[in-house]
Each structure stands twice: as structure tokens, then as C-alpha cells.
């Protein structure tokens, strides 16, 4: 087990794992960009802004201070959001130690590069000796927080490096499982988003629990179809980070991602439905990343993507965009497209 952890990122899932470790009497420090925000947080015990009504313990220390958040680490939890990972790493990459591993809690894709949050860090601080990790699954963090059962994987290269983080993050109310495969992990847990922001839609215009459970079915292969196409194991799919993350995303009320797309089915503008949250819609990013990105170099057909694709950057309506995925060529199920 790792002893001494410090957790990079002070949002929703990095508080979360900071509680999680304090009740382990695991030494975690927590950096975030904003040193007010920071010196709030341990004023209050309290992260009003992201994690609200939970107290946090006294044994996290919040250290806003870029070299000695790194000092003595010999695990970090990178935490922040995908598409603000480049600039924090990039910002805190002379204090990295380069032999401590770093474990991502982020589910996303960079826009522009087409990257997963682990090839993120390893581009911004390189990989030649550094184990890197990526922890996913459907873990609410608010849930979580309560201390209600959960479950999730950790993926690594590296089986030994994964057993560790296995070992350090595992708790009675949280058991975590193992993985090698790193992409399918991370690309289920990015491309989830986007299917949660449909089945936000199906909720916000009301068509229902039939509609619902095929967008989850045939979300889920659009996930597999392009993860094959990149080198996924099909098994990671079904498992926690693929189906699991996928069911809890698309039907918890507290689900930003579906949330979002109920704010759209409801009539609001994209614009107007992001606002409406301080918390970063990671499916949104992701979705043109895929689109614009992925889906041209890999050539998968993922229609219900490019259908929210349109919906959000193209202001297509909701209602052409489900009559037209409804028409849509008629085919066997097993197809691959």
C-alpha cells in the first residue's frame, strides 16, 4: 500500500478520495489551482462548492503550495477534469517527482490531440520510468461521500502498480477490482458521458423507459464498436467502467452528463443548459472530440454520438435528431454498424 498520497485536483471525486483516505489514517494532502478556494475548503471542512454537506476530516491537509504538495509523495491522484489537465500538469511538471506514480481519476478525451488522461501526463511529464493508472467505474461522488456501497476498477500497464492502488484505495464500502486494459477503461469511461447526455434528453422530452433502455443497449455498442477499433479488450464493455458506469450515468438524477442533456430535451439551448452548473460537462468536450476526431481516423459508425454531435454544435432539433436515428436503414442487431 501507498502511505503518504497527494491528490491533485480539488473537485468533486478529489475531496472524495481525500475522505476516503483519512478514514484509512492515510497521510493526503489536496492541491488545487485556487489557493482561496483551497484555504475555504479548510476553514469550512466543507467543499461547498462541488461536494456540499459533507464534512471533511481534520486529518487532510490542503496545500496550495506546487512544490511541497509533491515533496514525500509516493502516490498522486491526478483529479482534474481532462480538458484542464495539460494546463495543471504543465504548471506543476518541475516539482513531479519522476519515478512516483500517478494514478487519473478523469473520464475524457483532449480535444485537439485525441488523448486519454493518461497519455495526457505521460505527454506533459513522459513516461520513461513512471507507472501511470486510470481509476473509473460508477462512482457518484456523493455516494461515495455517504459511504454507499460501491465499486470500481483500476487500470494499469502495470498489474503490480494496479494491486497497489487496489490495495491503498479499497475500503469497506468501496472495492475496487484490477485491469491491464488502460484504453478500453479510459474510453469507456469518456464515451459514457455522451450517452448520458442523450438519455438526458430522452428524459427531458418524456419518451420514456422502452426509449431509455435502447439508447443503453445501443450506446453501449457504439462504446464497443469504436473501442475495438482502438485496441480495447471487448470484456472491459461489460464490466464496471463500460456497462456499470454506463447504467448509473444515464438514470442518477445527480448525474451532471444526463442532467445537462434533461436541461436540453426540457427546450433548453446547449448554452443555457451548461450555464446552469458549475461543475465541467465532460461528455460535451468528449463528444466533439470523438466526432471531429476519432471517428474519422478510426471510421465507426456511432450514430446516436453523431446525433448529439449535431444537437450541440450544429443546432440540429431534438426532435429531427431522434426521427432520424429512429429511420435509420433497418439492420440485424448483430451488425457491427
Same mark, same amino acid.
Given at each position: 500500500m501507498f502511505k503518504n498520497i497527494s491528490i491533485i485536483g480539488d473537485g468533486a471525486m478529489g475531496t472524495v478520495l481525500a475522505m476516503l483516505l483519512a478514514e484509512k489514517n492515510t497521510p493526503v494532502r489536496l492541491w488545487g489551482y485556487d489557493a482561496k478556494q483551497l484555504q475555504e475548503m479548510a476553514s469550512a471542512r466543507e467543499n461547498i462548492k462541488f461536494l456540499p454537506g459533507h464534512k471533511l476530516p481534520e486529518t487532510i491537509i490542503f496545500e496550495p503550495d506546487d512544490k511541497r504538495i509533491m515533496t514525500d509523495a509516493d502516490l498522486i491522484i491526478s483529479a482534474v477534469p481532462c480538458q484542464f489537465m495539460r494546463s495543471v500538469w504543465t504548471r506543476l511538471q518541475k516539482y513531479t517527482p519522476k519515478d512516483v506514480p500517478v494514478c487519473s481519476v478523469a473520464k475524457g478525451i483532449e480535444n485537439k490531440t485525441l488523448l486519454r488522461p493518461t497519455q495526457i501526463i505521460a505527454d506533459v511529464l513522459g513516461s520513461n520510468s513512471r507507472g501511470l493508472a486510470a481509476l473509473s467505474g460508477p462512482t457518484i461522488s456523493d455516494e461515495l461521500a455517504a459511504k454507499l456501497p460501491a465499486t470500481a476498477c483500476v487500470a494499469s500497464a502495470d498489474d503490480q502498480l494496479a494491486q497497489q492502488i487496489q490495495l491503498t484505495l479499497s475500503i469497506s464500502w468501496f472495492r475496487?477490482?484490477?485491469?491491464?486494459?488502460?484504453?478500453?477503461? @479510459?474510453?469507456? $469511461?469518456?464515451?459514457?458521458?455522451?450517452?448520458?447526455?442523450?438519455?438526458?434528453?430522452?428524459?427531458?422530452?418524456?419518451?420514456?423507459?422502452?426509449?431509455?433502455?435502447?439508447?443503453l443497449c445501443r450506446g453501449l455498442a457504439e462504446i464497443?464498436?469504436?473501442?475495438?477499433?482502438?485496441?480495447?479488450?471487448?470484456?472491459?464493455?461489460?464490466?464496471?467502467?463500460?456497462?456499470?458506469?454506463?447504467?448509473?450515468?444515464?438514470?442518477?438524477?445527480?448525474?451532471?452528463?444526463?442532467?445537462?442533456?434533461?436541461?436540453?430535451?426540457? $427546450?433548453?439551448?446547449?448554452?443555457?443548459?451548461?450555464?446552469?452548473?458549475?461543475?465541467?460537462? @465532460?461528455?460535451?468536450?468528449?463528444?466533439?472530440?470523438?466526432?471531429?476526431?476519432?471517428?474519422?481516423?478510426?471510421?465507426?459508425?456511432?450514430?446516436?454520438?453523431?446525433a448529439v454531435y449535431d444537437v450541440l454544435f450544429r443546432n440540429k432539433s431534438v426532435q429531427s435528431a431522434i426521427a432520424d436515428l429512429m429511420t435509420r436503414r433497418l439492420k440485424s442487431e448483430q451488425s457491427y454498424s
Amino acid at each position: 500500500m501507498f502511505k503518504n498520497i497527494s491528490i491533485i485536483g480539488d473537485g468533486a471525486m478529489g475531496t472524495v478520495l481525500a475522505m476516503l483516505l483519512a478514514e484509512k489514517n492515510t497521510p493526503v494532502r489536496l492541491w488545487g489551482y485556487d489557493a482561496k478556494q483551497l484555504q475555504e475548503m479548510a476553514s469550512a471542512r466543507e467543499n461547498i462548492k462541488f461536494l456540499p454537506g459533507h464534512k471533511l476530516p481534520e486529518t487532510i491537509i490542503f496545500e496550495p503550495d506546487d512544490k511541497r504538495i509533491m515533496t514525500d509523495a509516493d502516490l498522486i491522484i491526478s483529479a482534474v477534469p481532462c480538458q484542464f489537465m495539460r494546463s495543471v500538469w504543465t504548471r506543476l511538471q518541475k516539482y513531479t517527482p519522476k519515478d512516483v506514480p500517478v494514478c487519473s481519476v478523469a473520464k475524457g478525451i483532449e480535444n485537439k490531440t485525441l488523448l486519454r488522461p493518461t497519455q495526457i501526463i505521460a505527454d506533459v511529464l513522459g513516461s520513461n520510468s513512471r507507472g501511470l493508472a486510470a481509476l473509473s467505474g460508477p462512482t457518484i461522488s456523493d455516494e461515495l461521500a455517504a459511504k454507499l456501497p460501491a465499486t470500481a476498477c483500476v487500470a494499469s500497464a502495470d498489474d503490480q502498480l494496479a494491486q497497489q492502488i487496489q490495495l491503498t484505495l479499497s475500503i469497506s464500502w468501496f472495492r475496487i477490482y484490477t485491469n491491464t486494459d488502460v484504453v478500453g477503461v @479510459e474510453l469507456a $469511461g469518456a464515451m459514457k458521458n455522451i450517452i448520458a447526455i442523450a438519455a438526458g434528453i430522452i428524459d427531458g422530452v418524456g419518451a420514456g423507459d422502452n426509449a431509455k433502455a435502447a439508447l443503453l443497449c445501443r450506446g453501449l455498442a457504439e462504446i464497443s464498436r469504436l473501442g475495438l477499433a482502438m485496441g480495447a479488450n471487448p470484456q472491459t464493455f461489460a464490466g464496471l467502467t463500460g456497462l456499470g458506469d454506463l447504467v448509473t450515468t444515464c438514470i442518477s438524477p445527480k448525474g451532471r452528463n444526463r442532467s445537462f442533456g434533461e436541461r436540453i430535451g426540457k $427546450g433548453q439551448t446547449p448554452q443555457l443548459a451548461q450555464s446552469a452548473t458549475e461543475s465541467v460537462i @465532460e461528455g460535451i468536450a468528449t463528444c466533439k472530440a470523438v466526432v471531429e476526431g476519432l471517428l474519422r481516423q478510426y471510421k465507426v459508425e456511432m450514430p446516436i454520438t453523431q446525433a448529439v454531435y449535431d444537437v450541440l454544435f450544429r443546432n440540429k432539433s431534438v426532435q429531427s435528431a431522434i426521427a432520424d436515428l429512429m429511420t435509420r436503414r433497418l439492420k440485424s442487431e448483430q451488425s457491427y454498424s
